[in-house]
Nanobody, 113 residues
Framework: QVRLVESGGGLVQPGGSLRLSCAGS????????MAWYRQAPGKQRELIAT??????DYADPVKGRFTISRDNTGNTVYLQMNSLKPEDTAVYYC????????WGQGSQVTVSS
């Protein structure tokens, strides 16, 4: 089964930007609709962005600040995060909108001054 590999996280100041990447290893995610999730300490994992063909959708907390996209091969999915806030601090994961695939290790994003 395809394994999900997230990368691109780090420490950023409030108002800053980061771009996360998600790639399939041992297989391609190009055949799937994809999504980004995040899990903050002590909270449940939440769906924040979905891409289905040309259609994208966002959870209210990130709408207007985050953008989900994928490359021409479809095997890499991105999450461009702008105007980051401390409440965006979380581990970010990718998966299908139905959580079909095994979870990857995630990518830590910390927003702090």
């Amino acid at each position: 089964q395809v394994r999900l590999v997230e990368s691109g996280g780090g420490l950023v100041q409030p108002g800053g930007s980061l771009r996360l990447s998600c790639a399939g290893s041992g297989g391609s995610v190009s055949v799937y609709n994809m999504a980004w999730y995040r899990q903050a300490p002590g909270k449940q994992r939440e769906l924040i962005a979905t891409i289905m063909g040309r259609y994208t959708d966002y959870a209210d907390p990130v709408k207007g600040r985050f953008t989900i996209s994928r490359d021409n091969t479809g095997n890499t999915v991105y999450l461009q995060m702008n105007s980051l806030k401390p409440e965006d601090t979380a581990v970010y994961y990718c998966n299908t909108p139905t959580r079909l695939l095994s979870w990857g290790q995630g990518s830590q994003v910390t927003v702090s001054s």
